[in-house]
């Protein structure tokens, strides 16, 4: 049976073209040109389309992603939806007719995009408060700024789940991705199965681990890239799975989607759902995952300084079975992990956060939303019932060529009264941790400065609340309240 996919309710085979090309230009050059490139980066949101999520967590879900920097391979056995296969025969989708009645239309050039987000915000029911309203849209740029009209058009058909047949197409029953192979010229895309094949696949020569593409994709669209064997896991058992552990710890598998991540989070981890919350995009939490946030080892991947403070541990598997690495160990150099040949991030297990401890994540960068850190922190602090601090862990991202935590300081603070005096002797010590790089999102000197601030600011924030939440909006991973 030849590999194929679903296009607006129509079963397409998958074409004889190089499996890096995008969906976005597969779209374009077939006439769906409702689907526009505006960025090829996954930042500006002009390239959206619709893909059903089959092995979402709660059931099968739609979810808005960037097809400039999705592989076509990557949607063989699914159902994606672009803004021409809306509309029926009976009028416009609610998500189009909103926009309308709205107003929401400018130039029209981003509009498609607004649309196919609207479009996912049709069918979810968790949209209640504002917060999560915005960040259905963030991803979308309005280059005539006309947001107004266009929230107003979200605000209309948020959560309105019409009984039609996209909303039909959420009640089928799940079903796994078929596995994929395929071969153009030199280049192949394999999706495995099952565990045997894919670590088979990766021990070959040359051979590159294809998650979510959120990251890889610049390599296909930014510098042309042409990868050799590329194996997506995207379809390993297991992968998806966020499984309780003993002791209140937790086992989250390195493929969960980072959406799926933070609405868990929200009330298990909420240290990890503050970072998420201005982690990225809808579209890119949609389809990126959390081991390939930890595994292209950034030094700003703003998940990593939260495992680090939070003492998880990566699940590390190869044809030998599975090994545990502490975070602390899995970051060896810039853009290196322990991760060996042939093996690959399993999951992450977390574990259980102290009810009495103090925990805080920041992100500083120059946008609100969709950008890249110049500063990342997150820290938890434990104390006795005298104030002493007996647990300290301080990490970072954007202060070294990996993610680490401040042991200097941390030692500052280990056994001292948790105040304003230690914390500031802490501060002083991160000049000796770190020796951070000017670049264009930042100078040393302003990373240093602001490295010392967060902390002063974790102190004032978790004066009165041990792991204070974000206000709806507006508002910042920095809450006013921390600010020193």
């Given amino acids: 049976m030849s590999a194929s996919f679903t296009l607006n309710g129509r079963a397409v085979a998958l074409p004889d073209a190089p499996p890096t090309t995008t969906l976005l230009d597969w779209l374009r050059a077939g006439g769906n040109t409702g689907t526009k490139e505006g960025c090829a980066e996954g930042d500006c949101g002009a390239c959206t389309v619709a893909v059903l999520d089959e092995q979402a967590p709660g059931g099968p879900a739609w979810r808005a992603v960037c097809s400039c920097i999705m592989l076509l391979p990557q949607v063989t056995g699914r159902q994606v939806v672009t803004v021409e296969g809306l509309a029926d025969a009976d009028g416009l989708h609610p998500a189009q007719q909103a926009m309308v009645d709205a107003l929401g239309s400018q130039c029209g050039y981003c509009t498609p995009g607004f649309v196919m987000s609207l479009f996912e915000a049709t069918y979810r029911d968790d949209l209640g408060c504002q917060a999560k309203k915005d960040d259905q849209i963030c991803g979308n740029l309005c280059r005539c700024t006309g947001y107004r009209p266009i929230r107003d058009a979200l605000d209309r058909v948020a959560g309105a789940c019409p009984d039609d047949r996209f909303q039909a197409a959420l009640a089928t029953e799940p079903a796994p991705l078929p596995a994929v192979d395929h071969q153009h010229g030199d280049q192949r895309l394999f999706r495995p199965a099952d565990w045997p094949s894919a670590l088979e696949a990766l021990a070959e020569p040359g051979a590159r681990v294809l998650s979510g593409a959120t990251d890889l994709g610049l390599d296909v669209t930014q510098r042309h890239v042409a990868f050799p ?41 909420p240290l990890v759902a503050r970072m998420l919350r201005f982690f990225a995009s809808r579209q890119i939490k949609n389809h990126a995952t959390l081991g390939g946030n930890l595994c292209n080892a950034s030094p700003i991947g703003d998940l990593a300084p939260v495992l680090l403070a939070r003492d998880a541990t990566a699940v590390l598997r190869s044809a030998a079975g599975e090994r545990r690495v502490p975070m ?157």
């Fill in 229 to 269: 064997l590329l194996v997506d896991v995207g379809s390993l058992p297991g992968m998806r799975d966020i499984t309780p552990l003993e002791d209140g710890a937790w086992r989250i598998g390195a493929g969960v989607r980072l959406s799926d991540l933070e609405a868990w989070a929200e009330t298990k981890a």
């Fill in 328 to 484: 602390a160990a899995f970051f060896e150099a810039y853009r290196t992990t322990a991760l060996q040949p042939g093996e690959l991030m399993a999951a992450i297990e977390l574990p259980a956060l102290a009810g009495h401890a103090r925990a805080g994540a920041y992100k500083v960068s120059k946008r609100r939303e969709l950008d890249i850190s110049a500063v990342s922190a997150a820290f938890v602090v434990r104390t006795d019932r005298l104030g002493t601090v007996k647990h300290v862990r301080l990490a970072y991202g954007g202060m070294a060529a990996t993610p680490a935590r401040a042991l200097r300081a941390e030692r500052a603070l280990l056994d001292q009264t948790f105040d304003a005096a230690t914390v500031e002797d802490a501060a002083a010590m991160l000049a000796h941790d770190f020796t951070p790089l000017d670049d264009h999102r930042g100078s040393a000197w302003y990373r240093s400065t602001v490295a010392a601030n967060l902390l002063r600011g974790f102190l004032r924030e978790t004066e009165t609340v041990g792991v204070p939440t974000l206000p709806d909006r507006p508002t910042g991973t920095i809450s006013p309240g921390g600010l020193p």
